[in-house]
């Protein structure tokens, strides 16, 4: 039976996100959700979901203090090429660092930096929070009946700008270009949360639970 884990840091409550994958699961046939810390469910794991609230250094140091987390993470995902989902924080770690209080070091498995968000119409606030339509820029099997103008839920102050911008996979606009999901080879993430995402998010998450790359 296939498994899907969802790594469990203490970075965020996972329960809401716990029940939108496990019924996608069932509803996909997809197998097994688990939720853990442990390196070797990681490394026995078909598909890894990392979550991530707060702010990036602190959930980079979070998940360092794991003694072999990530290097079980690292290994399946780099060298195994286990199909990976990063969610807020979670896809702004796959940056090369993020320069949110201190410039902090990400996993460089996706090149590029996690900046501000700068709307160009001072009267719109920081965070950028709520509903915002998606503007689809590279199709994706994860993204597979998700279009342009579909909604997702947001709550950040900042954001993944890619160096390659085949990676970044959509946007939204707020007052200027704000990256939604990001991707490259089977390492996929998003900066809203999909388990918070009506239809959309359960589409996604779908997609990935069933997701043969």
Known sequence: MSLTVLIDYDSGNLHSAEKAFQRMAQETGA???????????????????LPGDGAFPACRRALGAYGGL???IDEAVTRRARPFFGICIGMQMLASRGLEYEPTPGFDWIGGEVVRIAPADPALKVPH?????????????????????????????????????????????????????????????????????????????????????
């Open 31 to 49: 197998g097994e959700v688990l939720v853990t810390s442990r390196p070797e469910d990681v490394a026995r794991a078909d598909r890894i979901v």
């Open 70 to 72: 990530f290097e079980a």
């Open 129 to 213: 929070m709520g509903w915002n339509d998606l503007v689809i820029d590279h199709r994706h099997p994860v993204l597979e009946g998700v279009t342009t103008g579909d909604h997702a839920y947001f709550v950040h102050s900042y954001h993944f700008r890619a160096a390659d911008p085949a990676h970044r996979l959509a946007h939204v606009d707020y007052a200027g270009e704000v990256t939604a999901i990001v991707g490259r080879d089977t390492i996929f993430g998003t900066q809203f949360h999909p388990e918070k995402s009506s239809a959309t998010g359960l589409r996604i998450i779908a997609n990935f639970l069933t997701w043969r790359p």
